[in-house]
């Protein structure tokens, strides 16, 4: 893939994890299943307080979300052994194969008491995990899809530059602010913080939807990300995504 075209990608998966955190959110006690932090910090409260029922329940996605990324990067080092280089689709598949169980619930769970809750917080959380570890490569960036914590430290690294350089051009080479405005579309810095800011802001709108659709279909509004998983997997197989993946997997065992 050439051009704008990776980096849609990469905005369009990001939603798609938006999109099911907010529905594990919304129906599953208020877990994350794709946001470790959120879990991990609450790991941490839950063991100050004492709270052991409270901890083994945040720990339990944090625990999963980890079980999908080890497999799919071992699945990516097999890919690369084997050269394989249609393996983001498996990958996909996988994680479709994971959401759609899920899918299949006829009505919202309540509560994290509720039977079955925690297989599918955990069904949910590895899906998430084989996500984020199957695509990480988009043209010159390199984004995790399942989180936007890195994407906002990368968003500000790359504004700062912009700021710096804009600086430079009014302030010591006098250039007028009109020209300066119209010269920035072609500076790196400023595309990247552009196409790094859509990528968060692809997370929210991916959450948006997901809320909707989780209290419009419940479990059932899955359906929406399965499909999309299902064009990136055809996609995948006109055009190889994972290229990059396995070349930094196979880079390691040298």
């Not at 907010?22 to 709270?51: D, K």
């Not at 020209?179 to 552009?194: E, N």
């Not at 959450?207 to 064009?231: E, K, M, N, Y």
Request: hydrophobic residues 50%.
């Amino acid at each position: 893939m050439h051009g704008k075209a990776p980096i849609l990608l990469a905005v369009f998966l990001t939603w798609i994890a938006g999109f099911v955190d907010a529905v594990g959110y919304i129906s599953l006690g208020h877990i994350y299943t794709a946001n470790m932090s959120g879990n991990s910090v609450a790991v941490g409260i839950h063991a100050v307080s004492r709270e052991w029922a409270g901890l083994l329940e945040r720990i339990w996605p944090v625990v999963t979300y980890f079980g999908g990324l080890l497999f799919c990067r071992l699945l990516i080092t097999y890919g690369a052994r084997k050269r394989i280089r249609r393996i983001a689709t498996p990958a996909l598949l996988i994680e479709i194969g994971l959401l759609v169980p899920v899918c299949a619930i006829s009505g919202p769970v309540k509560g994290t008491a509720a039977e079955l809750s925690v297989a599918y917080v955990g069904l949910l959380a590895v899906a998430m995990g084989i996500q984020n570890a199957a695509l990480t490569h988009f043209s010159t960036l390199t984004v995790h899809t399942g989180f936007v914590t890195g994407t906002l430290l990368k968003c500000a690294e790359n504004t700062a530059k912009y700021i710096d350089w804009f600086w430079d051009q009014i302030r010591r080479k006098g250039q007028p602010l009109h020209s300066v405005i119209r010269s920035s579309s072609r500076q790196k810095v400023f595309r990247m913080s552009v196409w790094l800011g859509l990528i968060w802001l692809a997370y929210i709108i991916g959450a948006c939807c997901g809320a909707f659709g989780d209290h419009a279909f419940s479990f059932r509004s899955l359906l929406v990300p399965i499909v999309c998983l299902a064009g990136v997997s055809a996609l995948d197989l006109n055009r190889p995504l994972a290229v990059r993946e396995e070349q930094e997997q196979s880079g390691t065992q040298n």
